[in-house]
Antibody, heavy 117, light 109 residues
């Protein structure tokens, strides 16, 4: 089955850290750039970061640059998002996704990150 | 900071036609912005409908079409069905950086 499954979301205090994972299956992971997208409760979609096929290039939204790091393990078909210095405004459901492909895997259900004291 | 703006809400009758637009604060949109359109229903993850401005996926209903109209990316729904009621998000690439639009809530009444 072609799928993306996010995990690692949790309740964390401001200033804390968290690592999200996205397990890919049923398709050739190395063929795709991968993205992280987030959605705060009741709000719209916001692009967070992307990484190229072999993990040698990544870019970030200004709101997370310097705090978040995206990486991938192509041997494990897994995408990661290391989130440091978390802020209340980082509270959201985080999705991994591919964009601009003919036959993209469906988005997963996301993983909820809650930053609160 | 680049802002991508969509209509907040639109209402359409079943069987009707509605066009959603997607504008960039940087200026007129063209195919180089590689517009994507996503549909999201309550409690569900987003689903891709259109990529590279006009291309449909195998699961995209034929009644959905993407284009550029008047300097904006556009998504047209022709022959709207009740199940098309949802939030729709566009995404535009700006110098290789994706930016989502503000979203349009489409009501079918």
């Amino acid at each position: 089955e072609v799928q993306l499954v996010e995990s690692g979301g949790n309740l964390v205090q401001p200033g804390g850290s968290l690592r999200l994972s996205c397990a890919a299956s049923g398709f050739t992971f190395t063929n795709y750039w991968m993205h992280w997208v987030r959605q705060a409760p009741g709000k719209g979609l916001v692009w967070v970061s992307h990484i190229n096929n072999d993990g040698t290039y990544a870019n970030y939204a200004d709101s997370v640059r310097g705090r978040f790091t995206v990486s991938r393990d192509n041997a494990r078909n897994t995408l990661y998002l290391q989130m440091n210095s978390l802020r209340v405004e980082d509270t959201a459901v985080y999705y991994c996704a591919t964009i601009n492909y003919r036959a993209p895997p469906p988005w997963g259900q996301g993983t909820l990150v809650t930053v609160s004291s | 900071q680049t802002v991508v703006t969509q209509e907040p809400s639109l209402t359409v009758s079943p069987g009707g036609t509605v066009t959603l637009t997607c504008a960039s604060s940087t200026g007129a949109v063209n195919s180089g912005y590689e517009a994507n359109w996503f549909q999201q229903k309550p409690g569900q993850a987003p689903r891709s409908l259109i990529y590279l401005t006009t291309y449909k996926h195998s699961w995209t209903p034929a009644r959905f079409s993407g284009s550029v109209l008047g300097g904006k990316a556009a998504l047209t729904l022709s022959g709207v069905q009740p199940e098309d009621e949802a939030e729709y998000y566009c995404l535009l690439y700006h110098d290789g950086v994706p930016v989502f639009g503000t979203g349009t809530r489409v009501s079918v009444l």
